[in-house]
């Protein structure tokens, strides 16, 4: 059973887009590190490192790499896990539901990766949940729906290499 998601557009950034490749590719470029570090990054950053431990309370770590050659670490909990539908994340615990504080400039969020089968695609929905608006607001003017957006194209493209 999954958990009913409400969306608050106060506190609350949603990209929603139906892409061209079946949920379960959408589902392996979200879940095997070597396909995330091919799209998870809007170019020019890259990640370089990315550790998964797919269950509730697993370790989600990437390492972006800005075009300067600066690495930032985030590491993250995963919270909830459907294969091939729905995977829910946060950076405001560390693994095993530990209480922790984001390690670079997004304020603290959890995302919420919803695929729903659409024909021969997937209706994509990325929510990135707020404590507050003020965290939403600087989340979104730091390029929420472009980066993300980018990001998903990125996803796209290697899911149709795999």
Same mark, same amino acid.
């Given at each position: 059973m999954t958990a009913t998601v409400q969306h608050d557009p106060r506190l609350d950034l949603v990209l929603e887009r139906v892409v061209? !490749?079946?949920?379960?590719?959408?589902?392996?470029?979200?879940t095997m590190p070597e396909h995330i570090k091919k799209w998870f990054t809007p170019a020019p950053w890259k990640?370089?490192?990315c550790? !998964?431990?797919? *269950?509730? #309370? #697993? !370790?989600? *770590?990437t390492v972006m790499r800005s075009p300067e050659g600066e690495d930032i670490n985030n590491v993250g909990c995963f919270l909830e896990i459907v294969p091939n539908r729905k995977l829910v994340w946060t950076v405001a615990l560390a693994p095993g539901y530990r209480p922790s504080n984001p390690t670079f400039d997004v304020p603290a969020f959890t995302a919420i990766i919803m695929m729903e089968p659409q024909g021969k695609g997937t209706k994509y929905t990325a929510l990135a949940m707020h404590k507050d608006e003020e965290s939403r607001n600087t989340h979104d003017r730091m390029g929420f729906s472009e980066g993300w957006g980018k990001a998903l194209d990125q996803l796209v493209a290697q899911a149709k290499a795999m």
């Open positions: 061209d !490749i079946p949920p379960e590719l959408v589902w392996a470029a979200w990640t370089v490192d550790e !998964i431990d797919l *269950r509730p #309370g #697993g !370790i989600f *770590r």
